[in-house]
């Protein structure tokens, strides 16, 4: 039975699936007018435009009555057991159509498809669900619900480079988790979107108070997710401020205390940082970076996406570089190149700072500095002042590896 206003989000779904506009689906038949009012549910459909706009989308008219299955009620419920990519289609469907139903369960559905599309890389659509969470959040006004959506935008805006909007966002959400005294996990969250964030600002006087804080607080909860991230989430503070031993220590004792506790992608993900770790050591640790890159295409059968085998790619093209190989480096740049988009800002913008140092290393200095100083420039412009120091630390260095005689002067931030 055609009924609105399931007959109205049924039709402005199939319209919008189809990238028609309201004047091309109503067509010489029938007035936009109508056809708004008819998406609004502010008119009851007739037989006659029942059949026309089926006839105009290729449809059976039956198949202009939203299927009740697609209820968020029953979506959610039929999600369990399904893998991300189903639950993730099936939810975003039912998204599109439902209506008037709990904003909770709006609200539950809306966290699953964000993380599917984090998954998938569609960082617009991510962004979409985002806003959508935090704005039904602050509506329901439940500090829980607010803390953890805020927390979730922090951290997409920092991996899209919107570094003083991820700060503001993240410090939001932890001292509503703090002053509401919610519960460790949810605070602890929070903490790991606060301590990215600030340590990409360069505020790491900061950033190093609230890591040591992360750290009390997850030794409390029960090893798994929350211990891995905060691992290497510190890892990250103590490597910036000079301290890599510390920073490997971290990432290794939490692999030892999650060893048969961690789902895979989680086990990819500290190896990889462990990874990072050993190649940002100086002189870099080529051999031990080496073991954990093996370790990590192991295990590419039960854990690879796109991102972790991008990830892998450049994690193996700055091992070239570290190791003299310096055509094998070019060439897994080249792979790189054309699936650039599946890796977060900071690390585009390494992978670039490695193509203007080999360009150093082919004698071409004019060209690689310029690259460099645009590279670093725009993490400024970025307000991402730690990421801006860390270029122009490679591009002293580099200059010193090839003899160039002109050294870069880092311009105050």
């Not at 009851?44 to 089926?54: I, N």
């Not at 607080?217 to 890892?235: I, Q």
């Not at 480096?329 to 670039?352: G, P, S, T, W």
Request: glycine content about 8%.
């Amino acid at each position: 039975m055609l009924t609105q206003p399931a007959f109205g989000r049924r039709l402005k779904q199939l319209r919008t699936e189809r990238g028609l506009t309201q004047a091309e689906l109503a067509g010489e038949g029938m007035s936009t007018g109508y056809l708004s009012r008819l998406e609004s549910g502010a008119r009851p459909p007739t037989d006659e435009a029942v059949t026309h706009l089926a006839r105009q989308l290729g449809v059976a008219p039956q198949d202009l009555a939203e299927p009740p299955a697609w209820s968020l009620a029953r979506s959610l419920a039929t999600t369990v057991g399904l893998d991300v990519d189903e639950a993730g289609e099936l939810l975003a469907r039912a998204l599109r159509t439902a209506g008037g139903e709990d904003p909770l369960l709006r609200w539950q559905a809306l966290w699953q498809v964000a993380e599917w599309r984090r998954l998938n890389n569609e960082p617009t659509e991510e962004r979409t669900c985002l806003d959508e969470l935090v704005a039904l959040a602050d509506e329901l006004d439940l500090p829980e619900l607010r803390a953890r959506a805020g927390a979730r935008l922090a951290r997409a805006q920092r991996g899209a480079g919107q570094v003083p909007a991820a700060v503001e966002a993240a410090i939001g959400a932890y001292r509503l988790a703090v002053d509401e005294g919610l519960p460790p996990h949810i605070v602890a969250d929070t903490l790991l979107a606060l301590v990215s964030s600030l340590a990409e600002a360069g505020r790491m006087a900061e950033a190093r108070q609230h890591a040591d804080e992360l750290l009390t607080l997850v030794a409390g909860l029960p090893a798994g997710r929350l211990l891995a991230e905060a691992a290497w989430t510190v890892a990250g503070v103590r490597l910036r401020q000079g301290e890599p031993q510390v920073a490997l220590k971290l990432v290794n004792d939490a692999l030892e205390q999650l060893q048969g506790r961690l789902d895979p992608a989680m086990w990819v993900r500290l190896r990889i940082v462990a990874a990072r770790l050993h190649l940002n050591f100086t002189p870099p640790e080529t051999e031990p970076a080496r073991r954990r890159i093996e370790e990590v295409e192991a295990c590419l059968p039960f854990a690879g996406t796109p991102t972790v085998e991008q990830e892998l790619l450049a994690l193996r093209a700055r091992l070239a570089f570290h190791t003299g190989h310096t055509d094998e480096a070019r060439a897994l740049l080249d792979q790189l190149a054309d699936a650039h988009d599946h890796l977060a800002y900071q690390e585009q913008i390494r992978l670039d700072v490695l193509r203007n140092q080999l360009l150093l290393l082919d004698g071409k200095q004019d060209e690689g500095m310029r690259g460099l100083r645009a590279l670093a420039e725009q993490a400024q412009e970025r307000a991402n002042f730690d990421l801006a120091a860390e270029i122009w630390r490679h591009a002293a260095e580099s200059l010193a590896r090839t003899g160039g005689e002109n050294q870069p002067r880092e311009p105050a931030t």
